[in-house]
């Protein structure tokens, strides 16, 4: 029997991950198929199985990896010792930033917004409620008496955080529809402070 290829032999389950990441977000759950994601990683199917024994445990590792990422990204921007005002702007930026970084999760959560054809809606809903539950939590109880009153607070950070995943999952369209400056950041200090407060 021959030595293993060299590609094969560097596989790892990250770039499984990587490869996967790609081809989800490009074609959804249900048209990408194990042995694209594979070649891609420069493995053969079985190889990916022998890491992922399925396509549903393959969608929900991708997932949770990008946001995991996300989330200790988050956590960092909110841990920061700088004034409330400016932690939110860290967050808005943290996760503007990672997105335009990755822009596939972006794609795949549009993608189940719309579609939904795999194992998705219980997967995010695993991965992004809890986070979205830390974020709404922080600013209740840091910002308690700087944010406006009244606030819909998980309204607010939902407004903030779809248009920024949006803007990153447009691609081409991105600069004909938003321009090209990520106003973000104004938005949610509009959003969530009076005049008044929102300065630092």
Not at 173 to 179: E, M, N
Request: hydrophobic fraction near 50%; avoid cysteine.
């Amino acid at each position: 029997m021959g030595r293993p290829l060299a590609s094969a032999a560097a596989a790892t389950p990250e770039r499984l991950l990587d490869a996967a990441e790609q081809g989800f977000a490009r074609t959804g759950f249900g048209a990408t198929r194990l042995e694209d994601i594979a070649a891609v990683a420069g493995i053969r199917r079985p190889s990916l199985l022998y890491h992922y024994p399925s396509k549903d445990e393959l969608y929900a590792a991708v997932v949770h990896r990008s946001f995991n990422r996300l989330g200790a990204a988050l956590m960092a921007a909110m841990a920061r010792q700088v004034s409330f005002p400016e932690r939110v702007d860290g967050v808005v930026d943290t996760y503007a930033q990672f997105l335009a970084d990755n822009p596939a999760p972006a794609q795949i959560v549009v993608r189940e917004l719309l579609g939904g054809d795999g194992p998705g809606h219980e997967i995010l809903l695993a991965a992004v409620v809890p986070l979205l539950d830390v974020v709404e939590r922080f600013v209740r109880v840091e910002g308690h008496a700087l944010i406006r009153p009244g606030l819909p607070v998980r309204a607010a950070i939902l407004q903030v955080a779809s248009g920024i995943l949006l803007r990153s999952a447009a691609g081409s369209l991105r600069v004909p529809l938003w321009g090209p400056i990520d106003h973000a950041r104004a938005l949610a200090r509009l959003l969530f402070f009076p005049s008044t407060k929102a300065t630092p």
